[in-house]
């Protein structure tokens, strides 16, 4: 048994920032590869981030230079430092990863956290 709990999200204004966090709990042995997805009002869902458990990391265009993606292996956490908000960077953003337990390995979706960048 395992989930992803995101938070950080919150009402900025543009040019700011906000650090988003995923936290794994449960029964979590390790966090394999993960992702930060995000979804606006009335538009798809976008892959923002994504990074391996090597820790190499890819970006969308639209976030390159401005967002970074980590993570701290021991505290089962990824984060996403985002900075030079845009008001088109409002959305939902979720975390999605590969969660190995002590039985299973599956990939697990958080709630998602909401960003509001204000002009």
């Known amino acids: 048994q395992a989930w992803l709990v995101e938070s950080g999200g919150g009402l900025v204004q543009a040019g700011g920032s906000l650090r988003l966090s995923c936290k794994a709990t449960?029964?979590?042995?390790?966090?394999?590869?993960a992702r930060w997805y995000r979804q606006a009002p009335g538009k798809q869902r976008e892959l923002v981030a994504s990074?391996?458990?090597?820790?190499?990391?890819n970006y969308a265009d639209s976030v390159k230079g401005r967002f970074t993606i980590s993570r701290d292996n021991d505290q089962h956490t990824v984060f996403l430092q985002m900075n030079s908000l845009k008001p088109e960077d409002t959305a939902v953003y979720y975390c999605n990863a590969e969660i190995d337990t002590v039985v299973v390995s599956k990939e697990y979706w958080g709630k998602g956290t909401l960003v509001t960048v204000s002009s």
């Open positions: 449960g029964s979590i042995y390790s966090i394999n590869g």
């Open positions: 990074i391996t458990s090597g820790g190499s990391t």
